[in-house]
């Protein structure tokens, strides 16, 4: 056991410093609502990969190797996260837009911007993590 968790340790460093759509989210997260709404965001990420990892352990081998092979699957993800990406710029453009047209001060915006949704938060590191099919083949 002592070998498994030794052989484990480079890969836990080499996960903590790659890229990917969660990264930069989760930095935006801490930039603009703060330290504790980016921890909320991170245990929902957490809790995907917590799912995914008892999928892979509890899944049959030619599951996951069916899984692997197709790329409908791998369509499938990629036209839920452009969906994700499409509501979000949406719902961004359309927040600012009422900005504008309303003339507010800049605390109203500043205001408007930090409003926390801790709940919200988690869902959204949950299913931005979930909807990641390459999660899923790594674990």
Same mark, same amino acid.
């Given at each position: #056991?002592?070998?498994?968790?030794?052989?484990?340790?480079?890969?836990?460093?080499?996960?903590?410093? #790659?890229?990917?759509?969660?990264?930069?989210?989760?930095?935006?997260?801490?930039?603009?609502?703060? $330290?504790?709404?980016?921890? =909320?965001?991170? #245990?929902?990420? =957490?809790?995907?990969?917590? =799912?995914?990892? /008892?999928?892979?352990?509890?899944? /049959?081998?030619?599951?996951?190797?069916?899984?692997? !092979?197709?790329?409908?699957?791998?369509?499938?993800?990629?036209?839920?996260?452009?969906?994700?990406?499409?509501?979000?710029?949406?719902? !961004?453009?359309?927040?600012?837009? /009422?900005?504008?047209?309303?003339?507010?001060? $800049?605390?109203?915006?500043?205001?408007?911007?930090?409003?926390?949704?801790?709940?919200g938060l988690?869902?959204?590191? $949950?299913?931005?993590?979930?909807?990641? =099919?390459?999660?899923?083949?790594?674990?």
């Amino acid at each position: #056991m002592i070998e498994d968790i030794l052989s484990g340790i480079p890969l836990g460093i080499f996960l903590s410093f #790659m890229v990917g759509p969660v990264f930069f989210v989760l930095l935006e997260t801490s930039a603009l609502k703060g $330290f504790r709404a980016a921890l =909320v965001f991170d #245990m929902g990420v =957490v809790l995907a990969d917590i =799912v995914f990892i /008892s999928i892979a352990y509890f899944s /049959s081998y030619r599951l996951i190797q069916s899984i692997q !092979n197709d790329p409908a699957i791998y369509i499938f993800g990629g036209i839920l996260m452009l969906t994700y990406g499409m509501i979000s710029f949406i719902k !961004n453009k359309r927040t600012s837009k /009422s900005l504008e047209e309303n003339q507010t001060n $800049f605390e109203e915006i500043d205001e408007e911007i930090r409003k926390k949704n801790y709940l919200g938060l988690f869902l959204k590191g $949950f299913l931005l993590n979930f909807i990641n =099919v390459g999660v899923l083949l790594f674990w």
